[in-house]
Each structure stands twice: as structure tokens, then as C-alpha cells.
């Protein structure tokens, strides 16, 4: 594993990590940020209260099917907000139970930073003392790609590429519930297939979704450029895709 230099700003460090397609369980731990200049609090503080309730009304809220958690609690300056995200593929109970997870293991990973992020296979959780509902934020970002190769370069980028297009828009035009969508596509002389799935927070506009998800798609050639497998994960937007199936091929929302 390799980790880029400094030279890239606060927001915005690519991570270099291999992506172990076939042997990661889905609840790896997949990265997670802790924020050291936007403010600490102490174990007592009312903001660590308030930020404890919050996350427990998450995973405990057995009414939300759809896999979007967001909300605020607190006052003035130990007012803390909170997002989380599951994979739309996700069923409610894993969702439930990814949430819980990541907000035990973040609060030990980052144990006094306001403002913190993790990412599993299944959910992304993220806070912060200041509204996070609503903004389209790419950073911190990164990324992930498989060390196989296709044989194909050109044929195989230009049909994902395509595919990454066609589900972007799906996506883009989902409800305030949910913005997913998954497919698969084939490379016409090669016969290679490719499964994909594309995500944002839908919170979002479907502009900001599209432009999201854009920006996620244009680092491919910095990522993942000939690699059969590859991801880019930010706040706002994620998308993967795998020569293998891995999501719930009952969530396919492309159409044949
Ligand atoms: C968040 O915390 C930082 C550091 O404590 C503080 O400077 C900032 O004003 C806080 N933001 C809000 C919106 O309260
Ligand atoms: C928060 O604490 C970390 C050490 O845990 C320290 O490096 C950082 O400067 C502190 N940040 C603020 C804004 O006080
Ligand atoms: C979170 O899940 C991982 C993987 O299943 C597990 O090893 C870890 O003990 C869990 N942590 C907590 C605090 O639940
Ligand atoms: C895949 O391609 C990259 C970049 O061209 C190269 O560095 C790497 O060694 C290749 N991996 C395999 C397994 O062939
Ligand atoms: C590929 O996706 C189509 C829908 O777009 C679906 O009908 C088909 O079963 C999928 N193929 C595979 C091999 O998963």
C-alpha cells in the first residue's frame, strides 16, 4: 500500500489502497479520516452526547428502508449533525448494523475530532459541527483498484465509460430516498462483462449527483486505467465496478 505525499490539500488526499476483489468480507473497513483542525471536544462534553444519541437514533430507527440516515442534535456550539449512507443494495438490518459498527469503531478511531469519516463495504458514516445536509463534498476522497489488468485497454474503458454514463443519469434522477443504481455491461469483441454500481447521498440535486459523480469518473485514467476492478469513494458519491458480481444482482436497476 502505498499513500500519496502532501503535496495534495486537506480535502482532497487520494489513497492508494489494492482492492482484494474477491477475499475482503463486506464489512471491511475500508478507510476513514479524522479531521484535527476543525475542532476537538472532550468525553463529558455535551457534544459528545449529543453526537452519541444522534448515531444511536440511526441504527435504532427500524422506520428508514432505504438506507439514508441524516440528522442534528444539540444547540449552539455542541450541535452536532450526522450523515450516513448505506450501499442501495443493502438490506435494512445490514445497513442497520454497518451504522452501529462504524460509529463504535469511529469514535475510537477519532476519539475527540468534531468532525470524522469511515467507509465499510456497506455504509459510509461521516459528522461534523457544522450542516452537512445538502452539500455536494468531494473531499476527502479516494480510491481503490485491483492489481489484475484487462486485456482489452481501449475497448473496456470506452464500455465503462459508457456504462458509468448510463448509470450516473439513473442515479441523478432518483428521489430524496435513494440515488443508486447497477448494471452490468459487455465489451463487444472481447465478451468481457463489467458490473458497476453508482451512488450518491440523495440529498443532493440530481445536478449535484451528476456532478458528483463526474468528477468521481474522470480520476478512472489517475486510478484505475486498465485495472479490472476499481473504485472512487467520497462523501457525496461512490461508484465501483468488478469483472465479478459483487452486489445484489436483484438490485439491478439497469434495464436490459
Ligand atoms: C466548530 O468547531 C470549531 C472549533 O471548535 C469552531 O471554530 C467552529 O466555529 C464550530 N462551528 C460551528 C458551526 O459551530
Ligand atoms: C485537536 O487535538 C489534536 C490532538 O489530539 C491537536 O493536534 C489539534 O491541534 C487540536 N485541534 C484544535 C483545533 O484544538
Ligand atoms: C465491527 O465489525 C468488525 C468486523 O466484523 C469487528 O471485527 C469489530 O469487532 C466490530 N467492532 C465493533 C466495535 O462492533
Ligand atoms: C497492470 O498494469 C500496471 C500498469 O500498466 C502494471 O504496473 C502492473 O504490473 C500490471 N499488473 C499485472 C498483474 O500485470
Ligand atoms: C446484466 O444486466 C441485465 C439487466 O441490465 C440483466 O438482465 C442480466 O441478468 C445481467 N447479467 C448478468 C450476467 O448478471
Given at each position: 500500500m502505498a499513500i500519496a505525499s502532501s503535496k495534495f490539500l486537506l480535502f482532497f488526499i487520494p489513497l492508494f489502497v489494492h482492492l482484494l476483489v474477491l477475499t475482503?468480507?463486506?464489512?471491511?473497513?475500508?478507510q476513514h479520516f479524522c479531521i484535527e483542525n476543525h475542532g476537538n471536544f472532550t468525553a463529558n462534553s455535551d457534544y459528545k452526547s449529543n453526537l452519541d444519541q444522534l448515531l444511536s437514533s440511526f441504527s435504532s430507527?427500524?422506520?428508514?428502508?432505504?438506507?439514508f440516515y441524516s440528522g442534528s442534535l444539540g444547540q449552539n456550539i455542541d450541535k452536532a449533525y450526522a450523515l450516513s449512507l448505506c450501499r442501495g443494495d443493502k438490506k435494512p438490518e445490514t445497513c442497520r448494523s454497518c451504522i452501529q459498527n462504524s460509529s463504535q469503531v469511529l469514535s475510537q478511531l477519532c476519539?475527540?475530532?468534531k468532525e470524522a469519516y469511515i467507509w465499510h463495504d456497506d455504509c459510509m458514516l461521516r459528522y461534523a459541527n457544522h450542516s452537512i445536509f445538502g452539500n455536494m463534498e468531494f473531499g476527502p476522497y479516494f480510491w481503490m483498484y485491483s492489481l489484475n489488468n484487462v486485456t482489452d485497454e481501449n475497448e473496456f474503458h470506452e464500455m465503462l465509460n459508457v456504462l458509468l454514463g448510463r448509470l450516473t443519469n439513473l442515479a441523478a434522477s432518483g428521489d430524496s430516498r435513494r440515488k443508486f443504481a447497477a448494471g452490468n455491461s459487455t465489451t463487444k469483441s472481447s465478451r468481457q462483462i463489467v458490473y458497476s454500481l453508482v451512488q450518491c447521498t440523495?440529498?443532493?440535486?440530481e445536478q449535484q449527483c451528476s456532478s458528483c459523480l463526474s468528477q468521481a469518473i474522470a480520476l478512472i485514467p489517475t486510478c484505475?486505467?486498465?485495472?479490472?476492478g476499481g473504485r472512487v469513494i467520497s462523501p457525496s458519491c461512490h461508484f465501483r465496478y468488478e469483472k465479478d458480481p459483487f452486489y445484489d444482482l436483484a438490485a439491478t436497476t439497469l434495464p436490459p
Open positions: 475482503t468480507a463486506q464489512t471491511n473497513l475500508l430507527d427500524t422506520k428508514i428502508d432505504y438506507g476519539p475527540n475530532q440523495p440529498d443532493l440535486s484505475c486505467q486498465s485495472r479490472q
